[in-house]
C-alpha cells in the first residue's frame, strides 16, 4: 500500500470524510490518520463544518399550503396558457384545409365566368340583328325557287366572310345575319336600275321573323338557306301609291317586283 | 378583463386539483417506472398525471430551490418556473432518461436563472424569516444551553448559508445535491450534466471553502 504524504492527505480528506473514497484510496487516507496527528484535526475540521453547514442549511417545514399553492399556480397557468393558446395557435387543421378550399372553389367559379364573359362577342342588335324563329309566313318559310338569287361578282364575295351559319335543322325557312354592306352594296344596285321606285316610308313586313333591312327607297329581306352560297334576297319598294290613288301592298312577294 | 380569466383559471385548477385529489389513489413508492408510467400519461395530456408528478417530487424540488436561493419566496417562485419548464419541455423528455435527474437540472438551472437575474447581493442573506425558524428550533432543542451562546450560534450559522451563497454556482449547486439533499456523486453529474470526477473535484473544493470559513468564524469567536 502506498504511503500518503500530509499534502496530498488534505486534498483528498474531504472526499474521505464525505465517505466518497472507497477501496484502496479509502484504505491509505485512513493509514495516513492514524499516523499523523495534524491530518487527523484536519478530518476533524472538516467533518465538524459538514455538520454546521448541514445545521445551517437543515430544510425548513413548508405548510401543505405552501406546496398546494405552487401547484394551483402551476397549473392555473397551464390551463390558462392553454385557453389562451388554443384560439390561435391550436386551431384544427381541418378548418384550415376547408378555408383553403372554399377560397379555390370561389376563385375557380370566379374566373371561369371571367372567362367565359370575355369569349362572348359582342352584340349589336341594332347592326347585325339575328333573327331566330320559325317563320310566320308559309311564303317565307318555303320560298319559291323564283326567289333564290345566285349571287355572283362582287356580291358573293360578302358571303364568304359570312359566319358560320348555325342551321342544325338543314332548313331553309330559318333566316340568319343579315349582313349591312352586303344589303347595302345590293340595295344600291336596285336603287340604280330601278330609279322610278319611290322611296318606301318605312320598313314594314308582315313576316315577323325575317331579318329586315331598310334603305331609303326599298325594303330589303335577306333569307339565308342551309346552303351558305345560297341567300335569297327580296327587295321591294315600299308602299306605292298609283296615280289612280290605290294603294298596293309592294311587299307582297306576288305582287312585287323581284330580282 | 385579465384579472377575471386569471380567476376563471385559478378556479378551474382549484376544480381540477379537488377533483384530482379525490380520484388519485395514494402515492406508491418513488421509483423509476413509476415516474416513467406517469411521464408517458401526462405527455399524452394527462393533467392528473402531471399534477401527480408535482405531487411527488415538490419537496425535493423547494429544498433544493430553498439551499440554492437561500429565501423562501424566490424558493416558490423557481418552483413554479420549474414545474412550468417541466410542462412545457415535456415532449422532449425522452423515454427511458432518469426523469428526476432531468427534473433535477431543470431545477439548478432554473435557480441559477434567478440567481443570476437577482445578483450576488440578492443572495447575500438568507430569509430572515427562515432564520428566526431555525433559532426557534435549535432553542427548543438547546434549552439548558446559555442563551449567549445559543445566539453565537446562530450566528455562526447565518454566516454559514451566506457563505454557501457565496460559492461559485457549480461549486454551490454540486455542494447542495451531494451533502444537502444526499445524492450520490452519480446522481449529481447526471443531475449536472457532468462527470462524476467533475463532481468531486467541485465538492472537494466547495468543502474546503466552507471549512476555511468556519475556520475564520472560530478564529474571530476566539479573539473575542
Known sequence: MRT????????????????????APEREVAAHLAACEGCRRLAEE????SSLLTEACARPEFSAEFYSGIRHAVLGEIVSD????????????WLYATAFAAIVIVSGVMLQHFVSTRREPPRDVARAPQVTGQPTSPLSATPSPRKKVELSGTQSAPSNKMPALANPRGSSGHFERVREPFALATAQAVRDSRPQIQPAKQSSTSLGSVALETSSQISRIE????DPNIRIIWLSPRESQEPDGTIHDQDH???SNRK | MEVVKGTMAAEMAHIFLTDAQE???????ESADYFAVLVARARAGDEIAFERIMLATEQRVLSIAWRMLGNRDDARDAAQDVYLRVFKYLARFRAGEDFRGWLYRITINVCHDFARKKGVSGLAQFDQIDFVQESAALETGRRGADPESLALHEQQLALIRSALQSLPPKERAA??????????TEEVAQALGSRPVTVRSQVSSARAKIKTYCDKLARKEGAS
Open chain 1, 253 to 255: 312577294p306576288e305582287t
Open chain 1, 4 to 23: 500518503l504524504n500530509c499534502k496530498r492527505t488534505a486534498r483528498i480528506i474531504s472526499l474521505y470524510v464525505a465517505g466518497d473514497l472507497v477501496g
Open chain 2, 175 to 184: 455542494l447542495v445535491l451531494r451533502d444537502l439533499e444526499g445524492f450520490s
Open chain 2, 23 to 29: 380520484m388519485l389513489p395514494p402515492a406508491p413508492v
Open chain 1, 82 to 93: 392553454q385557453m389562451l393558446a388554443k384560439p390561435s395557435l391550436f386551431r384544427p387543421p
Open chain 1, 46 to 49: 472538516f467533518s465538524e463544518s
Open chain 1, 223 to 226: 333569307i339565308q338557306t342551309a
